[in-house]
């Protein structure tokens, strides 16, 4: 099976900062991402309510939690969301793709204008295509995005996200082994399907739009083994010719049940007394949610120790079982620097994802990283 390949091992999570052409275009066209990961998406789109689907930045120290989303302080390293999925469906993200495929060249050898700490230019970046449904649609989707693939120069690759903390009566399928079998046993005959229908060259191959799940954030040893075992009976499930369909596991998503609190002021009722009450401070929740409780899911620096924990054990897992090496791991929580990045890469992920200092710096936060990185070779 052939793997996902990211050259630089940096890119961006999916979020609400990759929902549109615009900040897709701009992720492509930095040379600093390996690749390039959508918002996730359904068939037919989410119904977004900016009423209730909310995000912030917070100082992790304090809780305080920034006035404006949208102009985060520097110590606002950590963030909370109650977000969905993407409103946009899922074919006007394979649109977005073929717009920016077609303004965009093969550029495979070196340009002599490009920046001393510029990665040497490569073949087209791939696109990770973040998907979500039940196993049917996202079977469908899988379909649509292996259509797709003939009508785009940059390899595309299928992302499903099984572990949204912020759906109600939802529960992430991926906390379950039983349910992850589900998708998987899908996917796998499709994978079997496609590759019957060509020349037996391509089958040796293993040519296929790769397929990655995207982990919530597990906690104690039962949820890491209901993963690895939903692995393995897809490996051993029919047609057993075929491996495990999954090539990458993206892990963390946010850690869900958390929630922010702001001092408001808020003057008591009190219709039996003559007296006007004096305003007293209370706290409430910061963000509005589908809920009412304001409950999200956590992400930046302080989900940072965890997400390392979940990349390093899923690794090590994944290298007890010959069915399960070939997975690679994309990790993702609470990266913004350098340092972070190596950390990561550390722990065992084949390429890295950023989310939340994304929101915060925009995309130069790939050129700080990348820069950092050229620095440290030159010096080494």
Same mark, same amino acid.
């Given at each position: ?90 074919? #006007?993200?394979? +649109? ?11 550029? +495979? ?47 595309? *690759? ?23 079998? #589900? ?82 002021? #808020? ?83 084949? *390429? ?15 050129? #700080? ?12």
């Amino acid at each position: 099976m052939k793997p996902l390949a990211i050259n630089p091992p940096l890119l961006n999570s999916s979020n609400s900062w990759c929902t549109n052409l615009e900040q897709l275009r701009e992720l492509y066209d930095c040379p600093h991402t390996g690749a390039v990961t959508t918002r996730t998406s359904l068939l037919h789109g989410f119904a977004h309510d900016p009423a209730v689907h909310q995000y912030t930045f917070f100082n992790p120290s304090t809780h305080n939690a920034s006035s404006d989303p949208t102009k985060a302080s520097t110590d606002e390293t950590g963030s909370l969301n109650t977000l969905g999925y993407s409103p946009i469906p899922l074919k #006007e993200y394979l +649109s977005f793709i073929k717009s920016i495929s077609d303004n965009t060249q093969d550029v +495979s050898t070196p340009n002599s204008s490009s920046s001393p700490s510029s990665p040497i230019p490569r073949s087209p970046k791939p696109f990770i295509i973040s998907v979500t449904g039940s196993a049917d649609e996202v079977l469908e989707c899988y379909r649509l995005i292996t259509a797709q693939q003939q009508h785009v120069h940059m390899p595309l *690759a299928m992302e499903i996200n099984l572990s949204c903390p912020n759906i109600s009566s939802k529960p992430p399928p991926a906390y379950h082994s039983h349910r992850l079998t #589900e998708y998987l046993s899908v996917l796998k005959t499709e994978i079997a399907t496609q590759l019957q229908s060509l020349p037996p060259s391509s089958q040796r191959a293993g040519i296929h739009v790769p397929i990655g799940i995207k982990t919530p954030p597990y906690t104690y040893a039962d949820q890491f083994q209901h993963l690895i075992n939903a692995l393995l009976a897809s490996a051993k499930a029919e047609p057993k010719d075929q491996p495990c369909p999954i090539s990458f596991i993206t892990a963390t998503n946010t850690l869900g049940s958390s929630l922010l609190l702001t001092p408001t002021l #808020e003057t008591p009722s009190s219709p039996m007394s003559e007296i006007p009450s004096r305003p007293r401070e209370v706290l409430h929740h910061t963000l509005n949610s589908a809920t009412g409780t304001g409950i999200g899911g956590l992400a930046g620096a302080p989900l940072h120790p965890l997400a390392l924990g979940n990349v390093y054990t899923i690794k090590g897992l994944l290298f007890q079982h010959r069915e399960l090496e070939h997975v690679q791991i994309i990790g993702v929580g609470g990266v913004e620097d350098v340092e972070g990045f190596k950390r990561m890469r550390a722990v065992g992920a084949a *390429a890295v994802g950023v989310g939340t200092a994304l929101g915060r710096k925009g995309v130069k936060v790939f050129e #700080e990283i990348g820069e950092a990185l050229a620095l440290g070779r030159l010096h080494a």
